[in-house]
């Protein structure tokens, strides 16, 4: 006798060995696509990798190195605790020297070649302006340039996002505070490239608005040539203020040689200022510099996110402070947040869906807002003052 209900059990469990096999190769189909275009932008079974471009050698490869700091402390932070969904982050970090050609093709590199999932932190205004294109023509998002350029936030794109007030804001405030306290005359010191030229435009523009007169104007060159020319044209006028659109050693070496001239006045110098470089070259000459800033003060403890920053830097042997640090800190800090948003297997689009639905994300004291039409987030600008041993005093 045949056992017609074994033979229909067998029959039933290989259908559903079979069905289960189907939907085991369906699923797989679908899997398989999605994982080779997450590791194609920047997603492995292990890591995420960022790409950014910024200046390891050169003349402002001292500011970014403390920008770096502060981001490496965050994502050291995060690795050492599982990563974000299990993935490691890693930032592939390529020289530029300051060079907006070499920007290009570092963004391209880390786009095509080292196949990078987002672009964070490029150093400096030319830079950045020289990758965004690229950036938005292969649909890469730009998150979190350390630069206040307005040309990166006065025309909207989907690929940027910036979490600081920029140039415009921080120049307003210092042409502002000239005419509100009656000096209501300046000089302006500015770098010659697009960032220089730039932030001109906006002293010119704030200036007529407060009646401030501009003395005189003169370009200061990134290689530090013809320094002596600069000084002499902004001192000619006598200045009782010296608004300088620079960053870095240029900055630092215009004050150096203004006041070894016998020259005195009071400058103004914005957040990408290093307050380390400054009382390094100047000493107790720095007493006395306005400098604005856009991020929390990374003493002031009452801010939560200070307080973890802190306890990262020391238990990293690092103890002297800097703004710069804690702008690359928090910009990391936005970063993890919207990869851990942006779904197991986060893709470019999904990161950019992330920050725009961020909204209001406040990191500890510091809120971070963007949206689909708000891509610049950022309203905070301190202007500060350096005392004899180089601490900011308000």
Not at 186 to 199: C, D, E
Not at 264 to 272: E, K
Request: net charge positive.
């Amino acid at each position: 006798m045949i056992d017609c209900t074994a033979g229909a059990r067998n029959r039933a469990s290989g259908g559903l060995a079979r069905r289960r096999a189907m939907l085991a190769a369906l699923a797989a189909a679908w899997i398989r696509p999605s994982l080779a275009l997450a590791k194609s932008e920047g997603v492995t079974d292990s890591e995420i990798l960022i790409g950014q471009s910024c200046q390891l050698t050169g003349p402002l490869a001292a500011l970014t190195s403390e920008v770096r700091a502060g981001a490496k402390l965050h994502f050291d932070e995060v690795n050492r605790n599982g990563g974000i969904h299990g993935r490691q982050v890693r930032v592939i970090a390529l020289d530029d020297a300051y060079d907006p050609k070499r920007a290009a093709e570092n963004t391209v590199k880390l786009i095509e070649e080292e196949n990078v999932l987002a672009l964070f932190q490029y150093a400096g205004t030319p830079g950045s302006l020289a990758a965004v294109p690229i950036a938005e023509q292969k649909k890469v998002p730009f998150l979190s340039p350390f630069t206040g350029s307005d040309a990166l936030r006065n025309k909207f794109s989907r690929y940027v996002f910036n979490i600081k007030a920029g140039y415009g804001d921080e120049l307003e405030a210092m042409v502002k505070q000239i005419g509100s306290i009656g000096i209501n005359k300046a000089a302006v010191v500015y770098l010659n490239n697009s960032f220089g030229t730039g932030g001109l435009a906006q002293v010119e523009k704030s200036a007529a608005a407060h009646r401030v007169e501009i003395l005189s104007k003169a370009a200061l060159e990134v290689d530090g040539s013809k320094l002596d020319a600069t000084v002499a044209a902004t001192a000619k006028a006598q200045p009782p203020a010296v608004i300088i659109v620079s960053a870095g050693k240029p900055s630092v070496d215009f004050i150096d040689a203004y006041l070894k001239a016998g020259h005195r006045s009071t400058f103004y110098m914005l957040s990408v200022t290093s307050n380390t470089q400054l009382v390094q070259v100047l000493g107790p000459r720095a007493r006395g510099i306005v400098i604005s800033q856009v991020v929390p003060s990374p003493w002031n403890q009452s801010v939560k996110l200070v307080r973890e920053f802190q306890n990262l830097a020391r238990a990293a042997g690092l103890n002297e402070f800097t703004f710069s640090e804690m702008e690359g800190y928090l910009a990391a800090n936005v970063l993890t947040d919207a990869l851990k948003r942006a779904g197991r297997v986060p893709t470019r689009e999904s990161l950019i869906k992330a920050l725009e639905d961020m909204r209001r994300l406040d990191l500890g004291g510091y809120v971070v807002e963007l949206s689909p039409t708000k891509h610049s987030s950022g309203k905070l600008v301190d202007l500060l003052i350096l005392d004899a041993s180089g601490k900011f005093r308000k």
